[in-house]
C-alpha cells in the first residue's frame, strides 16, 4: 500500500503547485513542462510496468499469452498463430508481442516498454487537452490507473491511440481519424466505440436535450437494452465479436457510487456550463464525451462491458471534473474545491486498491526490480 500512496501524495503534490500557480498568473517554463511531464510519465509507466503478478488473474493471463505467441513475424504472417491466441487477443497486440519475442526479449521487459510508452502518449493526451495536468493525472490515478494500467493493457494501448486521435477531430481529418481508430481496434476491438466521437466536435447540445439523454440512459439500464444493444454490434464486426461478446456476459452488480457522484456532479455541470465554455479550452468536446461517458456508464449500469466502453471517453469525464476548480472567482474556495476533489478521488483510489479481488489484486505491490 505504501508505494501506491506515494504515488499518489507525489501527484497530489505537483496538482497543487500548478493550481497555485495558474491561480497566481505565474507561468512555467515550457521546457520545465516537457521535463515534468517526461519525469511523471516514467513514474507512472514503470510502476505499472514493472508490476510482477500483480492485477488479478489478467496479468497470468498476458504472461501465457506472451509465451504463446509466434517466435518471429514471419512465423506470424504465415498464420503460425496458436488458434486460442487468435481468438483471445487482437493482431496488433500479438504482433507486438512476436517482435519483442524475435528480439530475445522477455515478458518483463515486454510490459516495461507498454507501460512506458502508454504513459507518455497518455500524458501528451492530457498535456493537449486537459487544464490541469497534474489534477487530471490525479483523477486518473482514482478512476482508471489501476484498471487500465494493471489489467486491461491491451486497453489502453487502444485508448491512447484514440486520444491521440482527438487532433485529427479538432482539425476535421475524418481519413486520419477513422485511420487512427482502426488502427486502436487491432488492439482492442472496443475501440470502434470511439468512431462517434468525430460527430461530437461540433455537437451543443441544450440543457433539455442533455437531461432527456440522461432520462434515457436511465431508461436503457433499467430495461439492460445497452447488453441486446452491443450483442448486435458484435454480430457486425470483421473480427473479435467473439472477445465482445463474452464482455456482454460478464453481469455485475450495480454501483450506486456511479449514480451518487454522476447525478451531482452533471447538474452542477449544466448550470455553470456558459462560465466553464469560457474558462477552459475544448470544454464543449470535453463536455460531449462526459455525456457519453454518462449515458455508457448508466446504460451498462450492470454489465462488466462498461469498463471497457466508458475509457474511451474518460477524457471527458476527467475534464470536466477538473474545471470545477475555475467555477469560484474566490481563490480560497477554488482552493477548497480543488482540495474535495483529490480528497474523494483518494477514496477511490483506495476502495479500488482494497477491493479488487478482495484485496489481492494489486496489494501487496511486488516488481522485478525488487526481487
Same mark, same amino acid.
Given at each position: 500500500?505504501?508505494?501506491?500512496?506515494?504515488?499518489?501524495?507525489?501527484?497530489?503534490?505537483?496538482?497543487?503547485?500548478?493550481?497555485?500557480?495558474?491561480?497566481?498568473?505565474?507561468?512555467?517554463?515550457?521546457?520545465?513542462?516537457?521535463?515534468?511531464?517526461?519525469?511523471?510519465?516514467?513514474?507512472?509507466?514503470?510502476?505499472?510496468?514493472? !508490476?510482477?503478478?500483480?492485477?488479478?488473474?489478467? @496479468?497470468?493471463?498476458?504472461?501465457?499469452? &506472451? +509465451?504463446?505467441?509466434?517466435?518471429?513475424?514471419?512465423?506470424?504472417?504465415?498464420?503460425?498463430?496458436?488458434?486460442?491466441?487468435?481468438?483471445?487477443?487482437?493482431?496488433?497486440?500479438?504482433?507486438?508481442?512476436?517482435?519483442?519475442?524475435?528480439?530475445?526479449?522477455?515478458?518483463?521487459?515486454?510490459?516495461?516498454?507498454?507501460?512506458?510508452?502508454?504513459?507518455?502518449?497518455? *500524458?501528451?493526451?492530457?498535456?493537449? @487537452?486537459?487544464?490541469? *495536468?497534474?489534477?487530471?493525472?490525479?483523477? &486518473?490515478?482514482?478512476? +482508471?490507473?489501476?484498471?487500465?494500467?494493471?489489467?486491461?493493457?491491451?486497453?489502453?494501448?487502444?485508448?491512447?491511440?484514440? &486520444? #491521440?486521435?482527438?487532433?485529427?477531430?479538432? !482539425?476535421?481529418?475524418?481519413?486520419?481519424? *477513422?485511420?487512427?481508430?482502426?488502427?486502436?481496434?487491432?488492439?482492442?476491438?472496443?475501440?470502434?466505440?470511439?468512431?462517434?466521437?468525430?460527430?461530437?466536435?461540433?455537437?451543443?447540445?441544450?440543457?433539455?436535450?442533455? $437531461? $432527456?439523454?440522461?432520462?434515457?440512459?436511465?431508461?436503457?439500464?433499467?430495461?439492460? *437494452?445497452? !447488453? @441486446?444493444?452491443?450483442?448486435?454490434?458484435?454480430? #457486425?464486426?470483421?473480427?473479435?465479436?467473439?472477445?465482445?461478446?463474452?464482455?456482454?456476459?460478464?453481469? %455485475?452488480?450495480?454501483?450506486?457510487?456511479?449514480?451518487?457522484?454522476?447525478?451531482?456532479? %452533471?447538474?452542477?455541470?449544466?448550470? @455553470?456550463?456558459?462560465?466553464?465554455?469560457?474558462?477552459?479550452? /475544448?470544454?464543449?468536446?470535453?463536455?460531449?464525451?462526459?455525456?457519453?461517458?454518462?449515458?455508457?456508464?448508466?446504460?451498462?449500469?450492470?454489465?462488466?462491458?462498461?469498463? !471497457?466502453?466508458?475509457?474511451?471517453?474518460?477524457? +471527458?469525464?476527467?475534464?470536466?471534473?477538473?474545471?470545477?476548480?475555475?467555477?469560484?472567482? /474566490?481563490?480560497?474556495?477554488?482552493?477548497?474545491?480543488?482540495?474535495?476533489?483529490?480528497?474523494?478521488?483518494?477514496?477511490?483510489?483506495?476502495?479500488?486498491?482494497?477491493?479488487?479481488?478482495?484485496?489481492?489484486?494489486? #496489494?501487496?505491490?511486488?516488481?522485478?526490480?525488487?526481487?
Amino acid at each position: 500500500m505504501t508505494l501506491y500512496l506515494v504515488i499518489y501524495i507525489l501527484f497530489f503534490a505537483l496538482a497543487i503547485i500548478q493550481f497555485v500557480s495558474k491561480s497566481n498568473g505565474v507561468i512555467i517554463a515550457k521546457h520545465t513542462r516537457w521535463l515534468s511531464l517526461s519525469f511523471s510519465a516514467l513514474i507512472i509507466g514503470i510502476f505499472s510496468g514493472a !508490476r510482477q503478478d500483480i492485477g488479478g488473474f489478467d @496479468y497470468g493471463m498476458y504472461e501465457y499469452f &506472451f +509465451g504463446m505467441a509466434p517466435e518471429s513475424p514471419g512465423q506470424y504472417l504465415s498464420g503460425d498463430v496458436e488458434p486460442f491466441l487468435t481468438i483471445s487477443c487482437e493482431p496488433g497486440y500479438i504482433y507486438i508481442m512476436t517482435v519483442f519475442k524475435s528480439l530475445g526479449l522477455d515478458f518483463n521487459a515486454f510490459f516495461l516498454f507498454l507501460g512506458v510508452a502508454c504513459s507518455f502518449l497518455l *500524458l501528451i493526451a492530457f498535456l493537449k @487537452y486537459e487544464k490541469y *495536468l497534474y489534477l487530471s493525472i490525479v483523477i &486518473f490515478l482514482g478512476k +482508471g490507473y489501476l484498471y487500465y494500467f494493471f489489467t486491461a493493457q491491451r486497453q489502453i494501448i487502444a485508448m491512447v491511440i484514440c &486520444f #491521440l486521435a482527438i487532433g485529427f477531430i479538432v !482539425r476535421r481529418k475524418f481519413f486520419f481519424f *477513422l485511420i487512427m481508430v482502426i488502427i486502436a481496434s487491432f488492439f482492442h476491438t472496443s475501440a470502434i466505440i470511439f468512431l462517434p466521437a468525430y460527430w461530437l466536435y461540433k455537437l451543443n447540445l441544450n440543457k433539455k436535450a442533455t $437531461i $432527456i439523454c440522461f432520462i434515457l440512459a436511465g431508461l436503457a439500464g433499467l430495461l439492460h *437494452l445497452g !447488453r @441486446y444493444t452491443g450483442t448486435a454490434i458484435a454480430s #457486425l464486426l470483421p473480427f473479435g465479436s467473439e472477445k465482445l461478446n463474452m464482455y456482454l456476459e460478464g453481469e %455485475t452488480g450495480v454501483n450506486m457510487l456511479n449514480f451518487v457522484e454522476l447525478v451531482p456532479l %452533471t447538474v452542477v455541470l449544466l448550470v @455553470y456550463k456558459e462560465k466553464l465554455s469560457e474558462r477552459i479550452p /475544448n470544454f464543449q468536446l470535453l463536455f460531449n464525451f462526459y455525456i457519453v461517458f454518462f449515458v455508457l456508464t448508466i446504460s451498462f449500469a450492470d454489465f462488466s462491458i462498461v469498463s !471497457r466502453l466508458k475509457g474511451y471517453y474518460l477524457l +471527458g469525464y476527467i475534464g470536466v471534473l477538473a474545471g470545477l476548480v475555475d467555477i469560484p472567482k /474566490n481563490k480560497k474556495i477554488g482552493l477548497a474545491v480543488f482540495l474535495g476533489i483529490v480528497l474523494y478521488i483518494l477514496a477511490v483510489y483506495l476502495r479500488e486498491l482494497l477491493t479488487f479481488d478482495d484485496g489481492s489484486g494489486y #496489494l501487496p505491490y511486488n516488481s522485478f526490480f525488487l526481487n
